[in-house]
């Protein structure tokens, strides 16, 4: 069974940083590709950042710049450093990753969700 786990979030003073942990139970080579989506009160959730087994990595327009997401293989973890945190940034962030599985003669992409971590971000 898949499992992803976040921890890090907390709450910081606009300009501060956090990062982000994302521990998977497998190896993390074996998404297709993992990342981090946040869901703020009211509001659906909405992708953060992505990084791929090629190690491409995507950015939502208003964290660029601002939010690096890495891997470390070899501990199974993803991970979001987030740098001058704006009040906007507060939200649940939760760990993504996707896999490809079989379907009958095809394949596809399932979901993969953790419980999601808590980041406030207010004075």
């Known amino acids: 069974q898949v499992r992803l786990a976040e921890s890090g979030g907390d709450l910081v003073q606009p300009g501060g940083s956090l990062r982000l942990s994302c521990t998977a139970s497998?190896?993390?080579?074996?998404?297709?590709?993992m990342g981090w989506y946040r869901q703020a009160p009211g509001k659906q959730r909405e992708p953060v950042a992505s990084?791929?087994?090629?190690?491409?990595?995507t950015y939502e327009d208003s964290v660029k710049g601002r939010f690096t997401i890495s891997r470390d293989s070899a501990k199974n973890q993803v991970y979001l450093q987030m740098n001058t945190l704006k009040p906007e940034d507060t939200a649940v962030y939760y760990c993504?990753?996707?896999?490809?599985?079989?379907?009958?003669?095809?394949?596809?992409?399932?979901?993969?969700w953790g419980q999601g971590t808590q980041v406030n971000v207010f004075s």
């Open positions: 497998e190896s993390i080579f074996n998404f297709n590709s």
């Open positions: 993504h990753g996707d896999k490809w599985q079989r379907d009958g003669a095809n394949r596809k992409l399932v979901s993969f």
């Open positions: 990084i791929r087994n090629s190690a491409e990595t």
